[in-house]
């Protein structure tokens, strides 16, 4: 094996990640563990190879506030480290270092948050889940990961999930 740089395929494609060593910290934004588990083994199988660290992220959203009142949070602070909380050993299943951690960002700005975040710890990589929806849609509102590629100052890998079917059940 001297002499061989590792290289971890992403599923469902021809596409491999180089093993030069320079993404030792991966950043992996979760919204649910379920809509995650197929980025959760890209990431982890990612990180494994480079012998890095990973960061599990659930984004708090709020809507902004109305005149004379607060922000309004669809979760508590609970729910929210729950998310990223549940993922943990999952990661340490597959004997990682890893670490979680909530941000609060106001909806519609959850890409510039990721972005920020990554940038703040100093993220090597950002792999998200691509989740399905229309072209339409993509085309006026723009996706998330999209969002979050064009902003972020590191590469953004974006997984698309298998089909339900075809996953294991969680738990």
């Known amino acids: 094996m001297h002499g061989l740089e590792p290289r971890v395929a992403v599923p469902g494609s021809d596409a491999l990640i180089s093993g030069d060593g320079s993404f030792r910290r991966i950043l992996v934004p979760i919204r ?28 708090r959203v709020f809507d902004p506030p109305m005149r004379g009142t607060g922000r309004f949070y669809p979760e508590t602070v609970a729910q929210a480290a729950a998310v990223a909380d549940e993922a943990l050993p999952l990661m340490w299943g597959y004997g990682l270092v890893a670490s979680t951690s909530v941000i609060e960002a106001q909806r ?39 969002q979050v590629m064009r902003q972020a100052a590191c590469p953004v890998l974006a997984v698309h999930p298998k089909s339900a079917r075809k996953r294991p059940a969680l738990g």
């Open 108 to 146: 519609g700005e959850i890409a510039s948050a990721i972005a920020r975040h990554a940038a703040a710890w100093r993220a090597d990589l950002i792999v998200m889940t691509r989740r399905p929806s229309s072209a339409f849609w993509r085309f006026v509102m723009g996706s998330i990961p999209d």
């Open 32 to 59: 649910t563990v379920r809509d995650a588990v197929d980025t959760l083994d890209v990431a982890a199988r990612a990180c494994s190879s480079m012998k890095g660290m990973l960061r599990l992220v659930h984004v």
